[in-house]
């Protein structure tokens, strides 16, 4: 599968099979983020990658109660570890956003999760307290389709030389 391609048919997916995320796709998914671009190359983030199945249930009301946040194969908790820098977020995103594509490639699903209790994630793994938990992927293999969502015209969008 193309970038192109990958953009244009990556969906959010909120139903997973319960079946376990093959090891080889998950280490090429994490192998995208590793890849990322970071500002001055600082690469100030890590990512918990919770694959034990009583874990990822408990993450589920630390996650607004998104019980499809549990029955993923993994859940990656993408964290700053520096968020004190200006960019800390846009650092995480990018490696994020990366994982999905490759996620996607690979025939998995994934889904942003932002509407989450910081304090909970860290209590449950452990997460120092000076670290910013920027999102959470879940990662698995989809049990129906993504829905494409409505987008707004280019022309709404983007303009030439100018704000118009």
């Known amino acids: 599968m193309d970038v192109f391609e990958a953009i244009a048919n990556r969906r959010s997916i909120r139903a997973y099979k319960n079946e376990p995320v093959p090891v080889e796709a998950l280490e090429k998914v994490l192998e995208a983020a590793r890849l990322a671009p970071t500002a001055a190359n600082r690469q100030e983030f890590k990512f918990i990658v919770v694959t ?27 964290c700053a570890t520096n968020p004190e820098r200006r960019f800390h977020a846009v650092d995480v995103a990018i490696a994020v ?32 307290e000076e670290v910013k938990v920027v999102i959470l992927l879940p990662v698995g293999i989809p049990a129906k389709e993504g829905v494409m969502r409505p987008r707004k015209a280019k022309e709404e969008l983007f303009v030439k030389d100018k704000w118009q």
């Open 97 to 128: 956003d990366h994982m999905t594509l490759a996620a996607h490639a690979l025939g998995l699903g994934t889904c942003w999760i932002g509407a989450f209790s910081e304090g909970k994630v860290k209590e449950l793994l452990g997460i120092p």
């Open 52 to 78: 034990d199945e009583a874990t990822r249930k408990a993450l589920v009301p630390a996650c607004n109660n998104q019980s499809f946040v549990g029955d993923a194969g993994a859940v990656i908790v993408a």
